[in-house]
Nanobody
């Protein structure tokens, strides 16, 4: 069984920063790609950033230059450093990890979601 635990969301003023974390635990054989998604009220969920097992990163145009995704393979954790936040970044942020469980097949696992609210 695999569990994901997110942390780091909250309320911040425009121009501020937050750091999200998503830690995986349980019967893990390997973790491949890791990603952060967000969904704002009334909008579709969108990919914010992703990172491969080799460390290659990809960002949505709206966050390039402001957000940084990173991973700590020893801790089975992915981070999202969010800088220069603006009200348009307000959303529920969720991590998705491509995990192969011990004795099982690889599939995506979702975190529980964490609210990020940016006030103007």
């Amino acid at each position: 069984q695999v569990q994901l635990m997110e942390s780091g969301g909250g309320l911040v003023q425009a121009g501020g920063s937050l750091r999200l974390s998503c830690a995986a635990s349980g019967s893990i054989f390997s973790i491949n790609a890791m990603g952060w998604y967000r969904q704002a009220p009334g909008k579709q969920r969108e990919l914010v950033a992703s990172i491969t097992s080799g460390g290659s990163t990809n960002y949505a145009d709206s966050v390039k230059g402001r957000f940084v995704i990173s991973r700590d393979n020893a801790k089975n954790t992915v981070y999202l450093q969010m800088n220069s936040l603006n009200p348009e970044d307000t959303a529920v942020y969720s991590c998705n990890l491509d995990i192969t469980a011990r004795g099982g097949w690889g599939r995506g696992y979702w975190g529980q979601g964490t609210q990020v609210t940016v006030s103007s």
